[in-house]
């Protein structure tokens, strides 16, 4: 397996690839120090759901949501939250932990306005709840209608994977003391400490060499791809392209996310105010899990209905599906045959119908 790195020229910084979706024009709609927010506007006239994608922060490009822009685009009007290389990023931007992307979370929601659903998946859940709680505290106008919230690790203590066990005995700091490195001069994030690519590559072959022995889901999406567009985006390459991450945000997501389950247990704080999902009234709220999601074990996503104690249980939906994993649930067939229609069905059963009154 060859683990490939972006190929640019030293010190160029480089805008996210383009996902090529046909069917959507695609546009930059605004960019923050951490990443960058696309619109993926649906060919043709009519109005349609407006829906918010926020790409996992784990070490893969955008484009690793690829299938998921591309067939939500079919019926909703898709935005793409991805996040820039930490490379890439000047010293200068300052601390990028955890507080950082769900305040970016936050002003995306900000920019786009009113009524957005959001999706996300895997690393994105736990900052996409938080920033839905915070903007609930506050009755901000543009807090979600809708959380799409699939493969989280909104409470890891659940039934622990392996993946989980093993972040969690990490002692704190064991990043930025064992794996941490500086951006070179040249560079555009020169200077500022990184997670690195080549470091998190380690660990994702061993992850992809227990799924060979095991003949699990990643060697099949490996060995017989099926995703939408494999001729141009094959799986292989969305999983094996890897970008640096920020030190302190890798830090934080060991300790504060796998270790201490701070959302789970009501500690999580973000800029110095408290994140309770029991102040969510008005937002519907999807949990989706893999039944054989060894990354995400079972519990871990559905723990947000039970810290969004004040939803009503008609804004509530959950599903467990049977034979998927991680990766099924927003990429190929298992995405695109089990996962794609409850992910509609839900976002349809929360859009206002004309002439009704609408939740923000």
């Known amino acids: ?36 927010l696309r619109r993926y506007a649906p060919k043709g006239r009519g109005r349609r759901p407006r829906l918010l994608v926020v790409a996992p922060l784990s ?4 484009w690793l949501m690829r299938d998921t822009v591309m067939d939500l685009s079919a019926a909703h009007d ?10 890439d990023i000047p010293a200068s931007a300052g601390h990028l932990g955890l507080d950082a992307y769900i305040g970016t979370i936050m002003a995306a929601l900000r920019h786009l306005g009113p009524g957005m659903a959001v999706l996300g998946v895997s690393q994105a859940p736990v900052p996409i709840l938080a920033a839905a709680a915070l903007m609930a505290a506050q009755s901000e106008p543009e807090r979600p209608r809708t959380l799409i919230l699939m493969g989280g690790f909104i409470d890891p203590r659940r039934n622990a994977t392996a993946v989980e066990r093993m972040t969690a005995r990490l002692p704190p700091g064991w990043f930025t003391r064992t794996l941490a490195t500086a951006v070179p001069e040249g560079e555009a994030g020169a200077g500022r400490r990184v997670y690195p690519a080549a470091a998190h590559s380690q660990a994702l072959q061993r992850y992809l060499q227990r799924h060979i022995r095991m003949r699990g889901e990643l060697h099949g999406k490996i ?27 890798a830090e934080d997501n060991a300790r504060k996310v796998f270790a201490e389950a701070r959302l789970a247990t009501g500690s999580l704080a973000c800029s110095g105010r408290l994140v309770e999902p029991a102040m969510m009234t008005d937002t519907a709220l999807l949990t989706v899990e893999g039944a054989a999601d060894d990354s995400s074990g079972p519990g871990h996503t559905h723990a947000a209905h039970s810290l969004c104690s004040n939803l009503p249980e008609g804004l509530r939906g959950r ?41 923000p």
């Open 1 to 36: 397996m060859v683990w490939e790195t972006r190929e640019r020229k030293r010190g160029e910084s480089m805008q996210p690839p383009s996902l090529r979706i046909d069917q959507a024009e695609e546009r930059l709609l605004a960019q923050w120090s951490s990443g960058w």
């Open 59 to 62: 070490g893969h490009f955008g």
């Open 78 to 87: 898709v935005h793409l939250l991805e996040w820039r290389d930490a490379r």
């Open 223 to 249: 060995g017989s791809d099926d995703g939408g567009d494999p001729a141009r985006f094959p799986f292989r390459r969305l999983y094996t392209t890897l970008m640096d991450l920020p030190a302190e945000f």
């Open 319 to 359: 599903a467990t599906l049977p034979g998927i994993g991680h990766f099924g649930l927003f990429h190929g067939e298992t995405w695109r045959r089990q996962v794609l229609p409850l992910v509609e069905a839900f976002v349809e059963a929360q859009t206002p119908k004309a002439g009704t009154k609408s939740r």
